[in-house]
C-alpha cells in the first residue's frame, strides 16, 4: 500500500513553454502511482482548469485547482525594474472550496488585467481582499520566503512569513521545501524548516512537477530553449540545472524527505480539505429586458409569430404546426432568452446596415430563427431539419453562429460590449499547440542542426492533416531508420515525441465572444496578452461551453463585405436598389457562371479543382450547387463522379426501397447530407428525428458497441414497418459509412444560396462585383494579381489610378474598373480621403494645382512621386517625366504660398498674391525638351509601384506558349500538381535568382518565376542550373517542367526544376506545331479547302495536328504532308477561319500507326485533305485542352 502523498505543485503544458506534459498524462500517471487527488499550479493562471477537472473526475481522482502566481512585494501597479531580483516571487495558492475558487479566478484576472508587466502579478493588497478558501503553500525557491534566504536576508524572510501568516490565517499558510538537488535549495531547505518550527508554520514537502517523468528532462530543456529563442549549447540560457522536476511516485518521495515524513502526510490533509466542485449542465445567460407582464417565452412566440406573418403573409397550418413543435422544443430546454439574445443581435446588425449571412451551421433548420430575421432561409423550402439543431433528446446549449461583414465586426462586438456591459463582454482565448512538421523544426533549431538538415527531416513526414510523429514513423520507413542510425536525428525525434501536441502559445479565437449575466470575473479568469491590448477568456471555447456561459461564434466573412460593396457601387452607377434575397433562384446566366467554371471569385467555388468539376456537372438548379457544396470536401469528394453520372444519366438511379426516393431523389440517389441519414433512420427505421441525430452522432464516432445497439433499434423499427431485414440491413451499412463524413444540409444551403447571389452579380454586373472582389483583397497582392487575370479573362479593362477619380479601392467607371489609390505605394488611406475632399471642389487641372489645394498634412514628396511613377497623374498636363521633373520647384512654390497666406503677408515679391498669374500659370512650367521613357519601364514603374502590371505585360508576347504548354499557374499549382501527378509546367519571367552551394560545393539556385497571378520559388540544382545557366538568369522568361515539394502542410509549396527551356526558343522546337480543333459533322469541304490555302500560304517546317471530334468520341491526327510555321499571324488567320477558341500551339512527340486516308463523307474528308497519321489518342503534350 502506498504511503500518503498528494503532488500539490505541477505545471502542464498550459504553463507555456515551460510546463512539458498534458493534463491528461499527470492524471494518469497520479492514478498509476495510487494517488487519490492531484492539484494543477500552473504559473500565474488557470487556462486549464476545466480540461484538468473533467479528466480527474473521470479517472476517479480528486482535481485540486490552484495556480502558482506571481507576487510582488510592492504594488502591482507598479512598473519600475526592482533594484535587485526579479520584477516577481512566487507563491502557491490551492482553492479549498467555490469561494477560494472565485478568489483564484479574481486573482489571476487582476494579475493579467491590472498587474501585468514582464509576468502576471498580484499583490498583498489583492490577497489580503481575496484570500477567502485559499490554501497557500509559500512556494518555490523564487517564493518570497525562500528568496529572502538566498539573497541573505533573514530578517526580510521572517517578515514575509510573518506577513503570510497573517493574510491567509493559521492553518491557511504553509511553509513549502522541496529537493531537487539544487544548490539554491540546500541553501534554502535549513532555514524554511527553522522558520517553520519558530513560527508555528506547518511544512509540507512538494515537487516541483514540469514534466512526467525523468527521461523527458531534456525535452523540457529544449522547450524552454523554444521560449527563450537559445540553443541548447548556449551557456548563458535559462537552464533548470536538474532532472527531477517530474512526477514521482510516492516511494520517490519518502525516499527523498526521509526526515520530514510529516510534511508529505501534510499533503493529503490538504487534499482532504480541498473539496470544490464545479456544476456542469447549468446554464448562465444574460438577463434579456422584457415589457413588462411578459416572460421570456411569450416574448418570444409573440415575436415568432409576428414574424411568421412578414415572412408568409398567409400562416398555414404547416407553419403554424412547425412554429409550435419548435417553441415547445425551445421551451422545454430552457433556451427562450438565447434566440431573444441572438435575434436582437442580428436584428441590430441589420438596422444598422451591417450586412449579415443568410445562415451558417444548424440555425438555418430552425423556422423560429427565420421568423426573427436570424437566418434568411426558409427551412420548409429546403426540407430543413430543426432537430439537427436543436436535439430535445440531448439537451445543450444552441449554437447559432452568425456571419457579418469582416468589416464591420468590430462594431457587433462594440454592441454587445454597449447593450450588456464591458465587465459581462469579451472574446474567447485558443491555443496554438506544437504539430509534427512544427515541432520537428523548433527542436531542430535549438539543438543547433542546419536548417538544410532539419527541413530534410521534416519534409519526410507526411503532407496530411493532424499527422503525427508516431504516425509518420509507422508509415515511413526510411525516417524511422534515419532515427535508429543517426544519433542526433534519433535525439531530434525523441524530444519532438514528447512535445508533439503540447500548447506553444494563447491567441484570440477567430468568432468565439461570451456573455455573462453579470461580470466575467463571478464565472471565468480574463488573460490579456503581452503583445495586443486585448482581453480574453482564460478558458477557451470548450471550457467556456462546459460552465454554461452563452458563447457566440462572431465571424467576419469576406464574401459579405464584397456583396455589400457591389450593390453600393451598382446603385451609385445605374441608379438600381439590388435586393439580392428577391433574385429568382433559377437565373440562367448565374447558372451558367457554375456550369462553365467560371467561379474565380464566387464563395466556396473558386478552386481549379472546384471548377473542373462544376464543368463536368453542369449545375441547373441551387440544389446541384448546394450538394456540390456539400460534397467538395475530403471524404464525400470520392462520390462526386458518381453523383455527377447519375445527374447525367449515364448511371441509373435506384432506390434499395421506395421509401428512400423522396429522401434522396434531390441528390440523384447519393447520400450528401446528414439530414439525409436523419431522414430515413426516422421513416425507415421509426426513430424520432431527436433519436435519428443521437444515431448520426453515434455514426460518426464509430463506437462499435453503441453502433450495434442503433443497429438492432433501427431494424427492429424497419421489421415493425414491414421492411426486409436484408435491405434494413444494407442501408443501416451505408448510412453508417457516409455519416462520418456526410455534412450539414442547412450550412450548405446558406453557402450555397451565398455563392449564387455572388455568381448572380458576376454574371449581370461583372465590373461593379470584381472592383467590389478587388477592394476586399487589396492588400494581399497574391489574391489580386487572381482577380485582375479574372477581369481580363472576362475582358473589363483595368486602369490605372488617377487622382481625378480614383476612390480609397478599386471603381467601377464608364471604361472598365479603375485602381484605388490606396493601392499605389507609399500612399496610405488619410492621403486618398485628403485628395478625395480637396477633389470635391473641382478636379485638379495641373500638378501644381494638385499640389496647392490637398492638405499639406496628408502629402510630401515621396508620396507625389509615387502617384506619378504609377500613373496616377495622367489626366494632368504632362507626362510622367516632365511633371517629376517640376516637382520640386512647384513644392517648393506651393510651401510658400502657404506660409504667406498663414501669416497674411503679400504674395511673392511683395505683391499681393491675386496679383500673380491666374490659374496653373502660376506654377513651373512644365519642360518643353525632356528624356522619354520607353513602354517597358512604364511597365516596371507600374509594377514597382501598384505591384502588377496594368496597361501591359512583358508575357504578353508569350500568350501562346503559356496557354498551350503550362499545366498550372503560380495561383494554382499546388492543387494542380495532384491532377498531374505531382509533375509541372509553369511559364513565366524570373524575377530573382539566389546561388547557394550544396554540401560538395557545387552550385545550385533558387529562383522567383513570376505570372501574371503571382509568383512560385523554384529550385534550380545543380546538374539542372550546370546545363541551363545561361538562361537562369533574372530577366528571362522561361517554361520550367519540375516537380512539387513542400516542407509543412500550412505553408506555400515549391517546385524541383527538371528542365527549364526559354519561351523564345518554345516556337523552334521540331515537335511544336498548330493544333486545330476540328467539328467532323459540322465542318464543310469549302471550309476545309480555305484552311489547307492558309496552312499552305504559311508553310514551315513545325507539324500540324487536328484534333477531330466526332459524336462518339475524339482523336488527334497529324498531317504527313502540311507543314507550317507556328507564327501569330498563322493563328490570327486560323482562329478567323475556325473560331477563337478552336486553334493554339500544341506538341504531340509520339504517334501511333500509320492510318490510310479516308475519303469521309464531306468531300476532301479531314484525312483526306491533310493526309495524316493518325496521332496519340491523348494529349501527348501539356496542354490543359481547350475552352480553358
Given at each position: ?18 510546463g512539458a506534459a498534458k493534463t491528461k498524462n499527470l492524471v494518469h500517471q497520479a492514478l498509476q502511482f495510487g494517488m ?1153
Open positions: 500500500m502506498n504511503k500518503p502523498f498528494v503532488h500539490l505543485h505541477n505545471h502542464s503544458d498550459y504553463s507555456l513553454l515551460d487519490p487527488a492531484l492539484a494543477l499550479t500552473d504559473h500565474g493562471n488557470l487556462f486549464g482548469a476545466i480540461e484538468f477537472y473533467t479528466t480527474a473526475r473521470e479517472a476517479g481522482i480528486k482535481p485540486i485547482i490552484g495556480i502558482e502566481a506571481y507576487i510582488t512585494p510592492a504594488s502591482r501597479h507598479d512598473r519600475k525594474p526592482p533594484s535587485r531580483g526579479s520584477v516577481a516571487n512566487h507563491i502557491t495558492l490551492l482553492a479549498e472550496n467555490e469561494t477560494g475558487y472565485k478568489n483564484l479566478i479574481k486573482l489571476t484576472s487582476a494579475a493579467y488585467l491590472e498587474g501585468f508587466y514582464y509576468k502576471p502579478r498580484i499583490d498583498f493588497e489583492l490577497l489580503e481582499s481575496l484570500r477567502e478558501g485559499l490554501i497557500a503553500l509559500s512556494g518555490c525557491p523564487k517564493g518570497l520566503i525562500a528568496d529572502a534566504i538566498y539573497r541573505d536576508q533573514p530578517d526580510r524572510a521572517r517578515e514575509m512569513a510573518g506577513r503570510l501568516t497573517e493574510v491567509f490565517g493559521k492553518g491557511n499558510f504553509y511553509m513549502e521545501i522541496m529537493d531537487h538537488g539544487l544548490d539554491i535549495e540546500r541553501k534554502q531547505m535549513p532555514e524554511l524548516i527553522k522558520l517553520s518550527r519558530e513560527l508555528d508554520i506547518p511544512l509540507v514537502a512538494t515537487n516541483d512537477t514540469h514534466y512526467l517523468c525523468r527521461d523527458h528532462a531534456e525535452a523540457q530543456d529544449a522547450m524552454v530553449c523554444i521560449q527563450t529563442g537559445k540553443t541548447i549549447e548556449d551557456d548563458k540560457r535559462l537552464k533548470f540545472s536538474t532532472n527531477e522536476l517530474y512526477l514521482k511516485s510516492p516511494a520517490e518521495m519518502y525516499e527523498l524527505f526521509a526526515d520530514h515524513e510529516d510534511a508529505l502526510r501534510r499533503t493529503l490533509e490538504i487534499a482532504e480539505r480541498c473539496n470544490l466542485e464545479f456544476k456542469f449542465g447549468d446554464n448562465y445567460l444574460p438577463n434579456f429586458p422584457l415589457p413588462a407582464g411578459y416572460s421570456e417565452m411569450d416574448l418570444l412566440r409573440e415575436k415568432a409569430f409576428e414574424g411568421a406573418k412578414l415572412r408568409f403573409h398567409n400562416v398555414d397550418e404547416r407553419i403554424e404546426n412547425r412554429l409550435e413543435k419548435e417553441l415547445k422544443i425551445i421551451e422545454n430546454t430552457g433556451f427562450p432568452g438565447y434566440f431573444l439574445i441572438v435575434a436582437d443581435l442580428v436584428n441590430a446588425a441589420k438596422d444598422m446596415g451591417i450586412p449579415v449571412g443568410p445562415g451558417r451551421g444548424s440555425a438555418a433548420g430552425s423556422l423560429v430563427s427565420y421568423c426573427l430575421r436570424v437566418t434568411n432561409i426558409d427551412p420548409l423550402q429546403y426540407n430543413l431539419l430543426f432537430e439537427r439543431f436543436l436535439n430535445p433528446e440531448r439537451v445543450s446549449m444552441p449554437d447559432i453562429d452568425i456571419d457579418f461583414s469582416d468589416r464591420e465586426r468590430d462594431r457587433i462586438i462594440r454592441y454587445i460590449r454597449e447593450k450588456y456591459g464591458d465587465d459581462s463582454v469579451c472574446q474567447i482565448i485558443t491555443f496554438g499547440t506544437m504539430a509534427a512538421h512544427a515541432v520537428v523544426r523548433d527542436v531542430g533549431r535549438v539543438m543547433g542542426m542546419s536548417f538544410d538538415e532539419v527541413d530534410r527531416i521534416a519534409k519526410m513526414i507526411p503532407e496530411e492533416l493532424k499527422i503525427t510523429l508516431e504516425d509518420a514513423l509507422r508509415r515511413r520507413p526510411d525516417l524511422k531508420k534515419l532515427a535508429d542510425n543517426d544519433k542526433k536525428i534519433g535525439k531530434l525525434i525523441e524530444i519532438s515525441l514528447v512535445l508533439e501536441g503540447l500548447c506553444r502559445h494563447a491567441s484570440t479565437h477567430a468568432a468565439g465572444v461570451v456573455i455573462a449575466p453579470g461580470n466575467l470575473t463571478d464565472y471565468l479568469p480574463l488573460f490579456r496578452s503581452p503583445r495586443k491590448d486585448e482581453i480574453t477568456t482564460q478558458f477557451d471555447m470548450g471550457g467556456v461551453e462546459k460552465i454554461g456561459l452563452l458563447k457566440i461564434d462572431i465571424l467576419g466573412l469576406r464574401t459579405l463585405t464584397v456583396i455589400q460593396d457591389a450593390l453600393e457601387m451598382i446603385e451609385r452607377h445605374t441608379g438600381e436598389k439590388i435586393d439580392l434575397d428577391a433574385i429568382p433562384l433559377d437565373d440562367r446566366d448565374a447558372l451558367e457562371v457554375f456550369a462553365g467554371g467560371e467561379t474565380v471569385g464566387i464563395f466556396q467555388f473558386e478552386s481549379s479543382g472546384m471548377r473542373e468539376y462544376l464543368r463536368k456537372l453542369r449545375p441547373e438548379t441551387i440544389g446541384d450547387i448546394v450538394a456540390m457544396n456539400a460534397l467538395y470536401r475530403p471524404g464525400p469528394m470520392e462520390m462526386i463522379d458518381d453523383f455527377i453520372d447519375r445527374k447525367h444519366g449515364r448511371i441509373e438511379v435506384r432506390y434499395q426501397h421506395p421509401i428512400l426516393e423522396p429522401i434522396l431523389k434531390e441528390t440523384y440517389g447519393v447520400m450528401v447530407y446528414q439530414e439525409q441519414v436523419m431522414q430515413i433512420a426516422s421513416e425507415m427505421g421509426g426513430f424520432s428525428l431527436g433519436g435519428a441525430d443521437m444515431l448520426r452522432r453515434a455514426m460518426g464516432k464509430k463506437k462499435a458497441e453503441v453502433m450495434e445497439q442503433q443497429k438492432e433499434k433501427f431494424l427492429d423499427g424497419a421489421r415493425k414497418k414491414g421492411i426486409d431485414s436484408k435491405v434494413a440491413e444494407t442501408v443501416f451499412d451505408q448510412m453508417a459509412k457516409f455519416a462520418g463524413y456526410g455534412f450539414n444540409k442547412s450550412h450548405s444551403v446558406g453557402y450555397g444560396i451565398l455563392a449564387y447571389q455572388t455568381a448572380w452579380l458576376k454574371a449581370h454586373y461583372p465590373r461593379e462585383f470584381m472592383a467590389a472582389t478587388l477592394t476586399s483583397v487589396m492588400t494581399n497582392s497574391d489574391r489580386v494579381a487572381i482577380f485582375l487575370e479574372e477581369c481580363r479573362r472576362m475582358k473589363i479593362p483595368i486602369l490605372p489610378p488617377d487622382v481625378n477619380s480614383s476612390g480609397v479601392g478599386f471603381t467601377v467607371v464608364d471604361e472598365g474598373i479603375r485602381f484605388g489609390l490606396a493601392a499605389v505605394k507609399n500612399v496610405g488611406v488619410g492621403a486618398v480621403e485628403a485628395i478625395i475632399e480637396a477633389r470635391a471642389e473641382g478636379p485638379f487641372t495641373s500638378l501644381g494645382d494638385f499640389l496647392d489645394r490637398v492638405d499639406k498634412k496628408a502629402t510630401n514628396k515621396r508620396l507625389v512621386e509615387s502617384l506619378i511613377h504609377a500613373g496616377a497623374c495622367r489626366t494632368l498636363p504632362g507626362q510622367p517625366e516632365q511633371q517629376l521633373a517640376v516637382l520640386e520647384p512647384t513644392l517648393e512654390l506651393v510651401s510658400k504660398m502657404e506660409a504667406e497666406r498663414a501669416s497674411g503677408q503679400m504674395g511673392l515679391f511683395g505683391v499681393a498674391e491675386d496679383a500673380l498669374p491666374a490659374g496653373d500659370e502660376r506654377f513651373p512650367e512644365l519642360p518643353a525638351s525632356y528624356e522619354q521613357w520607353g513602354p517597358g519601364v512604364y511597365l516596371e514603374f507600374e509594377k514597382e509601384y501598384l505591384g502588377f502590371y496594368i496597361s501591359g505585360h512583358p508575357l504578353d508576347r508569350y500568350a501562346e506558349e503559356l496557354d498551350a504548354f503550362t499545366s498550372a499557374s503560380s495561383a494554382d499549382f499546388e492543387e494542380r500538381q495532384a491532377e498531374c501527378g505531382g509533375q509541372l509546367f509553369l511559364g513565366g519571367l524570373i524575377s530573382t535568382r539566389r546561388i547557394f552551394f550544396d554540401r560538395r560545393g557545387r552550385e545550385s539556385c533558387v529562383i522567383t518565376l513570376e505570372d501574371r497571378l503571382g509568383s512560385v520559388d523554384i529550385f534550380v540544382f545543380n546538374e539542372v542550373f550546370a546545363r541551363h545557366r545561361e538562361i537562369v538568369e533574372p530577366g528571362s522568361s522561361v517554361l520550367v517542367s519540375g516537380k512539387f515539394s513542400r516542407r509543412e502542410r500550412d505553408e506555400r509549396g515549391k517546385v524541383i526544376a527538371d528542365w527549364v527551356m526559354s519561351l523564345d526558343r518554345v516556337r523552334d522546337d521540331s515537335g511544336v506545331g498548330v493544333e486545330l480543333k476540328i467539328e467532323a459533322e459540322r465542318t464543310g469541304e469549302a471550309e476545309l479547302k480555305s484552311l489547307q490555302e492558309i496552312l499552305l500560304r504559311h508553310g514551315g517546317d513545325n507539324p500540324v495536328f487536328l484534333r477531330v471530334v466526332e459524336p462518339n468520341g475524339s482523336y488527334l491526327l497529324k498531317s504527313r504532308e502540311l507543314r507550317a510555321a507556328p507564327t501569330d499571324e498563322l493563328l490570327a488567320e486560323l482562329r478567323k477561319l475556325l473560331g477563337e477558341r478552336k486553334v493554339a500551339l500544341g506538341y504531340h512527340p509520339r504517334h501511333a500507326r500509320h492510318d490510310q486516308p479516308n475519303g469521309g463523307g464531306n468531300g476532301y474528308g479531314v484525312r483526306g485533305l491533310m493526309a495524316t497519321d493518325k496521332a496519340n489518342g491523348g494529349n501527348g503534350g501539356v496542354r490543359r485542352g481547350y475552352g480553358q
